[in-house]
């Protein structure tokens, strides 16, 4: 039986949706689906207490946002997805005077699969949570059912990139190939042409699917594809 988390809203500040997160599909629903139930207005102080960084997802919710037809299904992903994202790490890099600073942050404490319930019980770290609360600007926000039944990892990333330079409903943003790659963490073996085909073209037309309007042209520096500039309206 699906639920109403869908109209649940993820608030998360611009510096996760522009970067790097090191998360798989399911991962990335876990993740979103938890932070969907971080109130963000809330000061950082109350976040201190683990008890208040810990959440619970059902396998229903996990229906909702895989928009999966069985909830045996929902189970499975939930449970494997669980299994590997203890390890995982956001990564946030910075440029400074003396040249890029790289700080990796854990997503999660701990994470805990109750077998025969079909939840999952996640803490969020604490250095995590002035990234997901107490925020006043430069943030971005969606509801769970913008994101429900996205398939693939790329189109999740590229919609909340995307979500986090839009003016409400219109957004315009150049970016290198480069920061691209590094932000969807596209492999390092895709040249250029295989970025573009083999992931943003897919991931566009997934988005276009689901009520978006988007183009995206090439910028050339000398002969080579350096940069992409993208244009969309959000449905």
């Known amino acids: ?36 139930k971080i ?32 909830e045996l299904d929902a189970y499975r992903e939930l449970q494997n997805g669980t299994e590997k994202i203890g390890k995982k790490q956001l990564v946030i890099k910075r440029e400074t005077m003396r ?33 997901l609360c107490a925020i006043e600007n430069r943030f971005t926000t969606y509801k769970i059912q913008e994101a429900a039944g996205i398939k693939s990892i790329y189109t999740f990333r590229l919609m909340e990139f995307m979500t986090s330079w839009s003016n409400k409903k219109n957004g315009q943003r150049t970016i290198t190939i480069e920061e691209i790659k590094e932000m969807l963490e596209i492999p390092k073996s895709y040249e ?10 897919p991931a566009i037309k997934e988005l276009k ?19 992409l500039t993208f244009l969309w309206r959000k449905p």
Not at 192 to 201: F, M
Not at 209 to 227: A, F, L
């Open 1 to 36: 039986m699906k639920t109403s988390i869908g109209k649940n809203t993820v608030t998360i500040k611009n510096t996760i949706a522009r970067t790097a997160q090191n998360l798989g599909l399911a991962e990335k629903r876990i993740i979103t689906l938890g932070m969907s």
């Open 39 to 70: 109130d963000a207005r809330q000061s950082k102080t109350v976040y201190k207490n683990e008890e208040n960084r810990t959440i619970t997802i059902t396998a229903s919710e996990y229906q909702t946002i895989a928009n999966l037809k069985r």
């Open 99 to 131: 040249g890029k600073k790289i700080t990796r942050i854990n997503w999660l404490e701990k994470a805990t699969y109750e077998q025969g319930k079909g939840t999952v019980k996640i803490c969020f770290t604490g250095s995590i949570m002035p990234y």
């Open 192 to 201: 250029t042409g295989g970025t573009i085909n083999r992931v943003i073209k």
């Open 209 to 227: 699917t689901r009520g978006w309007t988007i183009k995206y042209e090439k910028e050339k520096t000398g002969r080579k594809i350096s940069h």
